[in-house]
């Protein structure tokens, strides 16, 4: 079930939300309705910030009306999970070089953006590419991997075909092309683990099927 443009959207107090400021964190509930055949509600906290600080003397207030559509989901696939979010929104999958537990991984991501010619998912100051976009059915992912890592031949032992753009994406060699996707050796428990985190983050953030994403290397 997935509605992009739910039927309303409440916060309570009402009052509370008229404006909100610079700098000044608001707190309050909002509940959203799905216009589903069997439409559930769900309620949770949310703490809106407006941070823009170029001139925080002329920044205009910014109003609840400013996120007007909701996407909201309860795909098997989300284990089972129902949740939502704000689909303008595009979210930032994070991975750091001085994380020993995917440190490999995420240099091999930082060497796919910054050195294939379509600098997939990559959204940084001094490089820009489009971003990735999920594909959830196994199929298409065990095609991507498929692709990707025909013949390959490990460095190491005990290591994996990591490819970037992830399988779980239209990007992937599937779809895009061999000569598109970068491949690199990393070890398998690293790779496992960014795998995994990338799994976590799907659910956590609600990328589903077709939803747009960033994914950011730091330091």
């Excluded at 509600?41 to 996120?67: E, K, Q, R």
């Excluded at 098997?76 to 537990?101: K, V």
């Excluded at 998912?121 to 025909?150: E, F, I, K, M």
């Excluded at 609600?206 to 730091?218: C, E, G, L, T, Y």
């Amino acid at each position: 079930m997935v509605c992009y443009h739910c039927s309303s959207i409440s916060a309570n107090p009402p009052d509370q939300w008229a404006f909100l400021k610079l700098n000044n964190p608001l707190k309050g509930t909002y509940t959203i309705a799905h216009n589903d055949v069997s439409p559930y509600i769900t309620t949770a906290n949310a703490y809106l910030y407006y941070t823009n600080a170029a001139a925080p003397d002329s920044m205009p207030s910014l109003g609840l009306h400013a996120v007007p559509n909701t996407q909201c989901d309860k795909e098997p696939y989300m284990l089972g999970t129902a949740g939502c979010a704000f689909p303008e929104l595009i979210p930032y999958f994070t991975m750091s070089l001085s994380d020993p537990g995917v440190a490999q991984s995420a240099a091999a991501v930082w060497y796919g953006q910054s050195h294939l010619a379509d600098h997939w998912g990559a959204n940084y100051t001094t490089l820009q590419g489009p971003p990735l976009s999920r594909v959830a059915d196994q199929a298409s992912r065990d095609a991507n991997h498929a692709a990707a890592c025909a013949g390959f031949q490990p460095v190491n032992p005990g290591d994996t075909c990591d490819e970037y753009p992830f399988e779980s994406t239209y990007q992937g060699a599937a779809f895009v092309g061999r000569d598109r996707v970068y491949v690199a050796s990393v070890p398998g428990p690293q790779n496992s683990l960014a795998g995994t985190r990338l799994g976590q983050f799907f659910l956590y953030q609600r990328v589903i099927q077709d939803s747009d994403f960033w994914v950011a290397i730091s330091n």
